[in-house]
C-alpha cells in the first residue's frame, strides 16, 4: 500500500495559501477544513476561498465539511471542481441522498465521523460512499493531541471496507504526525491529513515524504 498524504490548509498561512500550496508539490491531495461556527466552534473558510483555491491549484482538493446542514451547502463544493467532498454523518439530514449527489455530480463522496460516532450503524451506507474519515481529534481546530481511543473503530472499519471489496479509501484527520501515523497505517488506514505536522516542519514537502514513507511501511 502506498499511503496518501493529504496536508491540511488549516495550518498553512491564510495570507499566503497559493505560496503554501507550492511549498507541498509532493502531496497527493489538499485538505480544506471548512469550519461554520454552528457545527464545530470554529469559523475558517467557504466556497469563494474554496473557488480561489482551484483557480491556482491542479492538485486534488479533499473538501471537509464542518458544518450544520451539509445537504444543503456541499453541492456546491463540487460544482466549485473539489474533487472528494466530505461530509459529518452527525450533521447530514439524508447522507445517502448527498453521497448519490455528490457522486452524479462527478465528486468523490465522503463520510465522516466524529470520535464518539460509531461505525456500526453505518455498516449498509458504505457502498454508496469512496472515503470514510474517521476523525483522530475533536473536530474544529488543529495541533490537537491525536485520540489513541479511536484506533479500534479504525480496525473495525477496515474489517467492514474489506468485507465490502471495490476501493473505499479509509481516512483520518487529526494529530497525525511521526509519531502516530504507523499506528494508523498499521489499523488499517491509507489516506491521511496532516496540518501542523507537516507545515510546522522546516521543510514541508520532505514532511509529507516521511510521512509516506512510515505510512507505507507500516502497512505491510
Ligand atoms: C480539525 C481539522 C483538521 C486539522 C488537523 O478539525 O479537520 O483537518 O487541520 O490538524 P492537525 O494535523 O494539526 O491535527
Ligand atoms: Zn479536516
Known sequence: MTARIMPSLLSADFANLQAAI??????????????????????????????????????MLDVHLMISDPDRWAPAYAEAGAESVTFHVEAAAAPVRLARELRHQGARAAMALKPATPIEPYADLLPELDM????????????????????????RTRALLDRLGGDVWLQVDGGVSVETIERCAAAGVDSFVAGSSVFGAEDPDAMVTELRRLASAAAS
Open 132 to 155: 470514510v474519515l474517521i476523525m483522530t481529534v475533536e473536530p474544529g481546530f488543529g495541533g490537537q493531541r491525536f485520540l489513541d481511543l479511536c484506533l479500534p473503530k479504525i480496525e
Open 22 to 59: 507550492e511549498t507541498i508539490p509532493g502531496a497527493d491531495a489538499l485538505h480544506v477544513d471548512v469550519m461554520d461556527y454552528h457545527f464545530v466552534p470554529n469559523l475558517t473558510l467557504g466556497l469563494p476561498v474554496v473557488e480561489a483555491i482551484r483557480a491556482v491549484t491542479p492538485a
